[in-house]
C-alpha cells in the first residue's frame, strides 16, 4: 500500500508556443494540507486541471493509492474521490443551491417507467452536507441570491459532498473576509482528520504557514521542491518561487500629487442599502486607496461612479466640469476607466484573443473612413501592451482564457491604457496574483501616477494600500467613514474606521 493517496509523475503538458508543465512530480499523504505555490504562470492551475481530468496529459503518470489510473473528465475525477473548487466559480444562479450542489449527479426515483429527479433526497442530503461543513443555507434558496464568498462555500460543500479522498482549492479565499476565513480553515481541518488529501493554492503567505503540512513550489512550469511547512519562512518561500530575492514589495513612491483632478459629491444609490451620501475627490498622480470589510459597498460605490449602477443622487466632476455618466460609455468617453473586481464574469472576453481584449476599448482610435479598422496600427499598440506589461503569452492571437490569471490581469489593465485615461478606478488589481506579478503592477500603477494619472485603488489587503496609497478612503456599510493620510495608515486605524457602523 502506497503512503501517498494520490501521486502524479513526470507530468508534461504543452500549449501551442508554450511548455507549461516540464516533467513535474507532486505527491499527497492522506489527512494533509500540500500548498501549492508558484507565480502566476508557473503552472500550478495547468497541473490541477491534468489531475481533476480538465486537461489531458501529453506525458506522465496518475496513481492513486498506488495504482494506475487515467483520469479522462472531471466527471471521472469525482468518481474517483478527487474534487476541486475553482478560483474562478462557474455557479448557475438562476438554481436552487441544493442543485448546484448536486449538479450532473441528481438522485433519481422512478416514476412509472421513467426516472426522475428525486428532489426530496436532493434536498434532504443538500442540508445533510451543508450542515456537516457548518454553512447555516437553505438548499432551496437560489444561489444567485448569495454572495461571492457564500457561494464560494457551497462549492466546498459540493465538493464534500462528492465524498472526496483528494480536494482541489485553487485561491479559495480570494474573496472570503477574515470570519469566513477562520470558518474556511475549520471544514479544512475537520477534512483533515477524516483523511482527506487537501491541495491548497494561495498567495498569502500567512495562510500557507498557518495551513499547511507540506509546501510544493513550481516555477516556470517545473518541479522546484517540496519542503515541510514547519521549516519554511516567507522569504524562502518567495526566492524560490521567482528565482531571486524581492528585497522591495512596494516601489518607491515617486508621484507628486497636484491639484484636484476628480471629484465625486453626494453619490447615493437608488438601492436604499447600498452606497450613500458619498462624497471625495482624487488629486492629479494621487493613490487613493479605498479600503473597507466585505460589504462595505466599495465597489458598488465605484461602480456606481462608472455608469454600472443606478443612483438617485451625484455629481462627477473631470477638471471642474460636470460629467453627465449614464452608462460605461459615458465614463469611458470622458476619460475614466475600470478595472472590474469579477476578471472572469465582467473582465475578460474569454473566447476573444488577447490581441482583442487589449484593443477593444479604444477600437475607435483606429477608424479609417469612419468604418474601416487599421489592423496594422491595433497589433503596434497590442505588441507595446504586451512589452510594456510583460505579459508572457505565446502570441496576441493566443485566445485570452488560456492565460494564467496573473496574465489576463495584466491584458485587462493594457486594455485600459489603450485608451489613455485620465482616471483610472482599480478594484482589486492584485487578486489572485503572486508576489513578483504584483510587484510589475504595482510598478506600473506608481508609474500611472507619476505620469499624472488619478488612481483610485480599491483592495481588501491591508498591507497593499498602506504601502501603496497617498491617502485611504475607509468605507462602512456604504458610508464613508474617513480619510487617511498614506504615511499615517496603519491596520488598526483602518480597521477602526472600517467598522463604525451606524448606532
Known sequence: MSEFVLEMKDVYK???????????KLQLKPG???ALMGENGAGKSTLMKCMFGIYTMDEGEIFIDGEKVEIHNPMDALNKGIAMVHQELQPIPARTIGENI?????????YGPI???????LYSDAAAVLKEVRMDFDPKMKLGELSISQMQSVEIAKAVSANCRVLILDEPTSSLTQNEVEALFTIVNDLKQRGVAIVYISH???EILRISDEVTIMRDGQYIGTWDAKQLTTDFIITKMVGRELTNLYPPRENVPGDVEFEVEDFTSINPKSFRHCSFNVRKGEILGVAGLVGAQRTELMEGIFGIRSKVSGTVRLRGQEMKINQPKDAID???????????GSGILGVLSVADNISIASLNQYLEH????????????VQENIRQMNTKTPSSKTPIASLSGGNQQKVLIGRWLANNPDVLILDEPTRGIDVGAKYEIYCIIADLAKQGKSIIMISSEMAELIGMSDRIMVMCDGRITGFIDGKDATQENIMELATQFES
Not at 334 to 344: H, I, K, Q, S
Not at 370 to 381: H, R, V, W
Open 334 to 344: 470622458n476619460g475614466v476607466a475600470m478595472l472590474t473586481e469579477d476578471r472572469r
Open 32 to 34: 494533509t494540507v500540500h
Open 204 to 206: 498569502k503567505m500567512d
Open 102 to 110: 448536486y449538479l450532473g449527479r441528481y438522485p433519481l426515483k422512478n
Open 14 to 24: 504543452a500549449f501551442p508556443g508554450v511548455i507549461a508543465l516540464n516533467h513535474v
Open 115 to 121: 426516472k426522475v429527479v428525486d428532489h426530496d433526497k
Open 370 to 381: 469612419g468604418f474601416l479598422l487599421n489592423n496594422k496600427k491595433i497589433e503596434e499598440l
